[in-house]
C-alpha cells in the first residue's frame, strides 16, 4: 500500500545527543518536505526537496539538516539536540504536478 | 506574502449541528486555499482544496467550504456534525500551483458533543 511513513512515533532524549528522524513514502512523489508543529500552533516549513540530490531551507529558520540521496527517503538531522529542538516534525510528500500533501503520523521530540 | 488566520482555536458543537469552522486568508497573489484535518495520532489529511475552477468546493466527510475574495474568507462548514468529527482542522494557504508549500493556519480544534 502507497503510503508515507516516519519513525520513531516518538523520542525522548537527552541534551548534546545526536538524532535523525526518518521518512520513507512509497507513492513515486518527487516533493517531499518537512513541517514543524508545536501545540496550538500553525505548521512551519523547515525543509523541502524537489527532488534526488535538491534540498532547499524552508521558511523557518531550523537548525536540522536534510538529505535526499534516494526518491523514496527524506531523513532529517540534528547534530546536537537542545531543549529549544522539542516539537513535532511531520513529513509530507505531493506529486510534481499535484499540491496536494500526503503526510506522515509525525515524530514528537523531546530534548531533556 | 500570504498569511492565514483562523478564528477560535477550540469550537464545540453539538452532534447534529452545523459546523463553521473560520478562515481568512491573505494574498499578494491569486491563492490556492485548503482545508486539512488532523486525527489524534495521525498524520494530516487533505479534507478539500480551492484551486480556482468553483467557489463552492465539496471535500470528503460531506465537509464543503466557500471562497469568497471580498471577505478574503474560506469557511469550513458540513451540516450535521457527527462524532468522528473530532479533530484539529488546519487552513492552508499557497500562492503556486503545485511547489507543496503550504502557510498554515494555527489550526482549530473541534469537539463534538453527544
Known amino acids: 500500500e502507497a503510503d508515507i511513513y516516519q519513525t520513531p512515533r516518538y523520542l525522548v532524549i537527552g541534551t548534546g545527543k545526536k538524532i535523525t528522524l526518518e521518512c520513507s513514502q512509497t507513492?513515486?512523489?518527487?516533493?517531499m518536505y518537512w513541517y514543524q508543529q508545536d501545540p496550538g500552533m500553525e505548521l512551519h516549513l523547515i525543509h523541502y526537496s524537489y527532488g534526488v540530490n535538491s534540498t532547499e531551507k524552508g521558511d523557518l529558520s531550523s537548525e536540522s539538516t536534510v538529505s535526499r540521496i534516494r526518491t523514496e527517503h527524506f531523513p532529517l538531522t540534528l547534530e546536537s539536540a537542545r531543549p529549544s529542538h522539542t516539537s513535532q516534525y511531520l513529513c509530507?510528500?505531493?506529486?510534481?504536478?499535484?499540491?496536494?500533501?500526503?503526510f506522515g503520523s509525525g515524530t514528537q521530540l523531546s530534548v531533556l | 506574502a500570504q498569511s492565514v488566520t483562523q478564528l477560535g482555536s477550540h469550537v464545540s458543537v453539538s452532534e447534529g449541528a452545523l459546523v463553521l469552522l473560520r478562515c481568512n486568508y491573505s494574498s499578494s497573489v491569486p491563492p490556492y486555499l485548503f482545508w486539512y484535518v488532523q486525527y489524534p495520532n495521525q498524520g494530516l489529511q487533505l479534507l478539500l482544496k480551492?484551486?480556482?475552477?468553483?467557489?463552492l468546493v465539496k471535500g470528503i466527510n460531506g465537509f464543503e467550504a466557500e471562497f469568497k475574495k471580498s471577505e478574503t474568507s474560506f469557511h469550513l462548514t458540513k451540516p450535521s456534525a457527527h462524532m468522528s468529527d473530532a479533530a484539529e482542522y488546519f487552513c492552508?494557504?499557497?500562492?503556486?500551483?503545485?511547489?507543496?508549500?503550504?502557510?498554515f493556519g494555527q489550526g482549530t480544534t473541534l469537539q463534538v458533543k453527544p
Open positions: 480551492y484551486t480556482s475552477a468553483a467557489t
Open positions: 507513492m513515486g512523489h518527487d516533493k
Open positions: 509530507a510528500s505531493s506529486d510534481f504536478a499535484d499540491e496536494k500533501l500526503f
Open positions: 492552508a494557504v499557497s500562492g503556486s500551483s503545485n511547489t507543496g508549500k503550504l502557510i
